[in-house]
């Protein structure tokens, strides 16, 4: 009996491993044509000042509806993209498109609103990436010091000595660097002294419990005291209540992004609900 139901597990696990094959090479094959199907589009998310409460920046975050999959979440394909290589082309479609829309800002705006890109390993390792990124700013003309290079600490410590190298070329450049899900790679630490970060973004992990001096009450706070002595911003992810959100003020925080303020939006979302003239009024009066 023992023996028959172990037989029909291993044909349902090869069976789900098909399924998780077939599923995976129609996401390969799809995500191959999505850029020229117009398939992808950035959302943004709030960035806030714990200080001045004003919008500071955004996050931009790439999304694909596909007309065969439906949505795919990006927890889903850039992990395969990296894997295939097809985050090299996606990554400089997102660059590109959020620097046309910095660079819009930029002109419209009177307060300067800082634009960050998630970068992978398998861009800042492409030979090509720091031309072509200096491409995008040469034909966009956007000002680069309003752009932000988000990385991971796996992204930062593979082949640690290379990527150092094109982390200070793209800072020489004006662009700022932050270091993404800070908290839960390997090497947390030692990496701030060997790569050149504006700031530190504290991964949502620790703030999804945060009460008062609790253990992550205590960890959020030596990430503030350090990252403040070494001179870095401390971003605050994945804030999503209003406990939380004083918690990380009293903590001084430098930013806060997360639902409590909001979830990404698309573009004219965002621009309606920070920019728009009648809103600006209203907060003016208010
Ligand atoms: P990330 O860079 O750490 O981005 C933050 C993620 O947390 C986003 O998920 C965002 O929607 C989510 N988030 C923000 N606030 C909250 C909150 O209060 N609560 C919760 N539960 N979640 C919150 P998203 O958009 O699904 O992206 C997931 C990951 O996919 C990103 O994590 C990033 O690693 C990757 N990714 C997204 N867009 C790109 C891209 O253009 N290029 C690359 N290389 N990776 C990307
Ligand atoms: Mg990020
Ligand atoms: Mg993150
Ligand atoms: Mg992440």
């Not at 419209?108 to 072509?132: C, E, H, W, Y």
């Not at 004219?268 to 009024?281: G, S, T």
Request: a negative charge.
């Amino acid at each position: 009996q023992a023996k028959k139901s172990g037989r029909n597990q291993s044909v349902l696990f090869k069976q789900s491993l098909r399924l998780e094959h077939n599923v995976r090479a129609r996401i390969d094959h799809e995500l191959r044509k999505a850029i020229v199907k117009n398939e992808l589009s950035l959302v943004f998310q709030p960035q806030i000042s714990t200080v001045y409460g004003e919008l500071v920046g955004v996050e931009a975050l790439l999304r694909w509806q596909s007309s065969e999959l439906g949505t795919v979440s990006p927890a889903e394909f850039i992990p395969m993209a990296e894997e295939n290589g097809q985050i090299v082309e996606l990554g400089l479609w997102v660059i590109k498109n959020a620097c046309l829309v910095l660079r819009q800002w930029q002109h419209n705006q009177r307060r300067p609103i800082n634009m960050s890109v998630n970068v992978s390993a398998g861009q800042l390792t492409d030979p090509n990436f720091l031309k072509n990124v200096t491409e995008i700013i040469n034909a966009t003309g956007v000002d680069p010091t309003g752009l932000t290079v988000e990385i991971t600490e796996s992204t930062a410590i593979s082949e640690m000595d290379n990527v150092r190298n094109l982390l200070e070329q793209l800072s020489g450049l004006g662009i700022r660097i932050a270091l993404d899900d800070f908290g839960t790679g390997f090497s947390s630490i030692s990496l701030l002294r060997q790569l050149p970060f504006d700031s530190i973004k504290i991964d949502r992990s620790f703030l999804s419990n945060l009460t008062r001096e609790s253990q992550d009450w205590y960890i959020v706070k030596a990430i503030q005291d350090l990252a403040s002595a070494l001179g870095h911003e401390v971003v605050a992810e994945g804030v999503e209540t209003n406990q939380q959100l004083s918690l990380t003020r009293e903590l001084q925080c430098d930013v806060v992004q997360g639902y409590v303020f909001s979830r990404p939006l698309p573009l004219n979302e965002l621009e309606a609900r920070y920019f728009l003239p009648q809103n600006r009024k209203i907060r003016r009066i208010s």
